[in-house]
């Protein structure tokens, strides 16, 4: 039996090496681009966050979440490791569950994987860019410009359309929609958002710890604590990625309440600020050796506080005003980055039209489809990738099963 792979990401990858241990299965794993595991290899800021230990049902997101409980379940976190330290890879957990390769370079990762794919019933086509694919009596033809492969199962593994400087595209949506799959909107998460706040282009660069609260139209929407990274255009860093999701959708007022000091209370805090009366320091300096300077500095300017004026003129009122800041600054959004800058898609290949044991499609027999291309996505730190992982195994053994 002949099964084709058209995508050599991550699920892809997986799904080849998982059909492969049936020797008597041939894989033919086509990618357009001119090596494996593009995308994969600029993941986690080139350190690769190859899975969570945490990642299980309640992660995912799309429509049906609970379409990827059973995959998940089936190749759960600490599965995957296993599966990576037989390949040859070492991976260290921080405390947070996040997982990366031991040598920290996501090129392991995707190296490990290369290795493996060298057996001798796979067959590994880069360059491969599939513009069609057509359903035949017994199997399927799957067309590039130049060449056409002929497979018995075929397992689509495009993934999404976001990060499309490292080859997201709307590829493997077109390819199951000319199947008569039907796809959901699709939405950048994962992203950052813009702001039309003037402060954020001063604040550059800037980074620090933050509870980070989404409020739409004045209710909360979403909210998270961690690492928030300030960009020219707005606010970034695992914190804003994690609330992310369908932010800016659908009108309304979108606002991001920032506490820039979530394990200080604002009495505390005002009266840090009140025993600094004593020094003739300017304002500018209220903040400093409690928050990063620039950013101390932002803040102060930003409720009105003149920064020449020495910190032992500032009134109650002032104070108060500064404190009330760094516990909960508003930013306005506007939207979110686009898809070229997310690192994951919304949205996808509607997952009714699969069985999530198997991952076949519920159209056509034969057909799989894992991965991003399916509408399910993960929270951040890991979950996507291991959907990846879990998704593109399950594709690889169903379609492998019940060889003749
Ligand atoms: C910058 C960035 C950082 C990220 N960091 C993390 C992280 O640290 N942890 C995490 O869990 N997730 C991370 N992600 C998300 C994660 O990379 C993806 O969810 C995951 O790679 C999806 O796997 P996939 O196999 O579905 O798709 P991909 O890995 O994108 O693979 C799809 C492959 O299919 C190929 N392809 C597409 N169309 C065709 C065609 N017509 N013919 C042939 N080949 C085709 C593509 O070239 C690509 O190689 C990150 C994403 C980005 C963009």
């Given at each position: 039996?002949?099964?084709?792979?058209?995508g050599?990401?991550?699920?892809g990858?997986?799904?080849?090496?998982?059909?492969?241990e049936?020797?008597?299965?041939?894989?033919?794993l086509?990618e357009r681009?001119a090596?494996l595991?593009?995308?994969?290899?600029?993941?986690g800021?080139?350190r690769?966050?190859?899975s969570?230990?945490?990642a299980?049902?309640?992660?995912y997101?799309?429509?049906?979440?609970?379409?990827?409980d059973?995959?998940?379940g089936?190749?759960p976190?600490?599965?995957?490791l296993?599966?990576?330290r037989s390949?040859?890879?070492f991976?260290v957990a921080?405390?947070?569950?996040?997982?990366?390769?031991?040598s920290?370079q996501?090129?392991?990762?995707?190296?490990?994987?290369?290795?493996?794919l060298?057996k001798?019933?796979i067959t590994?086509?880069?360059?491969?860019?599939v513009?069609?694919?057509k359903?035949?009596a017994?199997?399927?033809?799957?067309?590039?410009?130049?060449e056409?492969?002929s497979?018995?199962?075929?397992?689509?593994a495009?993934?999404g359309l976001a990060?499309?400087?490292l080859?997201?595209?709307m590829?493997g949506?077109?390819?199951?929609r000319?199947?008569?799959?039907?796809c959901t909107?699709l939405?950048p998460?994962?992203?950052?958002?813009?702001?039309?706040?003037?402060?954020?282009?001063?604040l550059?660069?800037?980074?620090?710890?933050?509870h980070?609260e989404?409020?739409?139209?004045g209710e909360l929407f979403?909210r998270s604590?961690?690492?928030?990274?300030?960009?020219?255009y707005?606010?970034?860093?695992?914190?804003?990625?994690?609330?992310s999701?369908?932010v800016?959708?659908?009108?309304?007022?979108?606002l991001?309440?920032?506490?820039?000091?979530?394990?200080?209370a604002?009495d505390t805090?005002e009266?840090?600020?009140?025993?600094?009366?004593?020094?003739?320091?300017?304002?500018?300096?209220l903040?400093t050796g409690?928050?990063?300077?620039?950013?101390?500095?932002v803040?102060?300017?930003?409720?009105?506080?003149?920064?020449n004026?020495?910190?032992?003129?500032?009134?109650?009122?002032?104070l108060?005003?500064v404190?009330r800041?760094?516990?909960?600054?508003?930013v306005?959004?506007t939207?979110?980055m686009?898809?070229?800058?997310?690192q994951?898609t919304?949205g996808?290949?509607?997952?009714e039209e699969?069985?999530?044991?198997?991952m076949?499609?519920?159209?056509?027999?034969?057909?799989?489809a894992?991965g991003?291309?399916?509408?399910?996505?993960?929270d951040?730190?890991g979950?996507?990738l291991?959907?990846?992982?879990s998704?593109?195994?399950?594709?690889?053994e169903?379609a492998g099963r019940?060889h003749?």
């Amino acid at each position: 039996m002949v099964i084709g792979i058209i995508g050599g990401g991550a699920s892809g990858m997986a799904a080849a090496l998982a059909a492969a241990e049936k020797e008597q299965v041939q894989v033919i794993l086509m990618e357009r681009q001119a090596r494996l595991g593009r995308k994969l290899q600029a993941t986690g800021n080139g350190r690769c966050n190859l899975s969570n230990l945490h990642a299980a049902a309640g992660g995912y997101h799309g429509a049906q979440p609970s379409f990827a409980d059973y995959a998940i379940g089936q190749f759960p976190p600490e599965a995957a490791l296993r599966w990576f330290r037989s390949l040859g890879l070492f991976t260290v957990a921080e405390a947070s569950g996040r997982v990366y390769p031991y040598s920290d370079q996501a090129n392991s990762v995707v190296d490990i994987l290369r290795f493996a794919l060298e057996k001798p019933n796979i067959t590994v086509k880069l360059g491969f860019e599939v513009e069609k694919v057509k359903k035949t009596a017994d199997g399927f033809r799957v067309l590039s410009k130049e060449e056409t492969v002929s497979c018995d199962r075929l397992i689509v593994a495009c993934g999404g359309l976001a990060g499309t400087k490292l080859g997201g595209s709307m590829s493997g949506y077109k390819l199951l929609r000319s199947l008569g799959h039907s796809c959901t909107k699709l939405r950048p998460t994962l992203v950052q958002l813009k702001t039309n706040w003037g402060g954020v282009a001063g604040l550059k660069g800037v980074r620090t710890n933050c509870h980070a609260e989404i409020l739409r139209d004045g209710e909360l929407f979403a909210r998270s604590t961690g690492e928030l990274q300030f960009t020219e255009y707005g606010l970034s860093g695992p914190v804003i990625f994690e609330v992310s999701r369908d932010v800016c959708q659908g009108g309304g007022e979108w606002l991001c309440r920032l506490d820039f000091l979530p394990e200080v209370a604002v009495d505390t805090l005002e009266g840090e600020l009140t025993r600094r009366r004593k020094t003739h320091l300017p304002a500018s300096e209220l903040l400093t050796g409690i928050l990063h300077n620039r950013l101390g500095r932002v803040l102060t300017q930003a409720v009105g506080v003149p920064a020449n004026r020495s910190i032992s003129e500032l009134t109650e009122e002032d104070l108060r005003r500064v404190a009330r800041a760094v516990k909960a600054f508003d930013v306005s959004l506007t939207e979110p980055m686009g898809m070229d800058c997310a690192q994951v898609t919304a949205g996808g290949i509607r997952t009714e039209e699969f069985d999530e044991t198997t991952m076949e499609s519920r159209l056509i027999p034969g057909l799989y489809a894992c991965g991003e291309v399916l509408d399910i996505d993960g929270d951040c730190g890991g979950y996507n990738l291991q959907w990846a992982w879990s998704s593109g195994r399950l594709a690889g053994e169903s379609a492998g099963r019940n060889h003749t």
